[in-house]
């Protein structure tokens, strides 16, 4: 591991790096804080695959490429005499301080949950209007939706026992087959975007992150999948000549695995 001063020294030496590409690349050069924006993205989702895989020589280059680019837009905006990546870190350092006033102030707090309340009514008190005001537009929904769980329990509105949401997520489902009965579609994706709803809020109950869950099935299945596609290739058989009991040999078989 390294000292404080390599650790610095590295950070100056990726200040340094970025100063002269910005200067004599091209395509640096070229780069604007909405050019940079879709790539951000894809860097933390590739960040969170390597997460997802627990592949931590794969989590330290994609934190890499992260904070490459948060450089980048600091770069970019000491450019627009906005701001500079000191001001960021000033910046940051002085909310952490602010919002965690159990360790920098005289408050005593019991739980990590009181943290969590805590750091809403914080939040609030610097000028936000609402708690959910936190939450990105442009989180996907599933994301989204749990952070908006998380942000309201924060507040305080939240159900009691995991055995409510539970009957909640059942209330729902029944809602939803009265809808699929009735054949009215936007009905339909109304009531299943509250059962998906609901189920992402037992999830957080149950601590259960959802999005690692559906990752995680989403790779279970796509393994599966991909092993009943070379089994049928060994056997000189397309998928779509096989019949779903056929397919179901190799689909087991692949469950074993």
């Not at 960021?88 to 309340?117: F, Q, S, W």
């Not at 149950?206 to 299945?221: H, Q, Y």
Request: proline share 2%; aromatic share 8%; glycine share 4%.
């Amino acid at each position: 591991m390294s000292t404080r001063e390599e650790q610095l020294k590295a950070f100056d030496r990726l200040l340094t790096i970025m100063d002269e590409l910005r200067e004599q690349c091209p395509w640096d050069r070229k780069q604007t804080l909405e050019s940079l924006r879709h790539l951000t993205i894809e860097e933390t989702y590739e960040l969170g695959d390597a997460i997802l895989d627990q592949d931590l020589e794969e989590v330290k280059k994609e934190l890499g490429d992260v904070l490459l680019h948060i450089i980048f837009y600091a770069k970019i905006g000491s450019e627009k005499k906005a701001f500079d990546i000191g001001d960021v870190t000033n910046g940051i350092c002085d909310k952490l301080i602010n919002r965690h006033p159990h360790i920098y102030g005289d408050v005593e707090v019991a739980d990590e949950e009181e943290v969590k309340r805590n750091w809403e009514k914080i939040k609030l008190k610097e000028g936000k209007k609402s708690v959910l005001e936190g939450v990105p537009r442009s989180l996907p929904a599933l994301v989204k939706a749990s952070r908006i769980q998380d942000k309201v329990a924060g507040a305080g509105f939240d159900w009691e026992e995991p055995q409510q949401v539970f009957e909640k997520v059942k209330e729902e489902l029944d809602e939803l087959q009265q809808e699929v009965d009735s054949e009215n579609r936007d009905l339909m994706e109304a009531e299943f975007g509250d059962v998906l709803f609901s189920m992402i809020n037992y999830a957080r109950f149950l601590k259960v992150d959802p999005e690692n869950a559906l990752e995680r099935t989403n790779k279970k299945f796509i393994k599966r999948f991909q092993y009943l596609e070379s089994k049928a290739k060994e056997s000189g058989k397309e998928l779509n000549d096989m019949s779903l009991t056929e397919m179901d040999v190799f689909w087991e078989e692949a469950k074993t695995l």
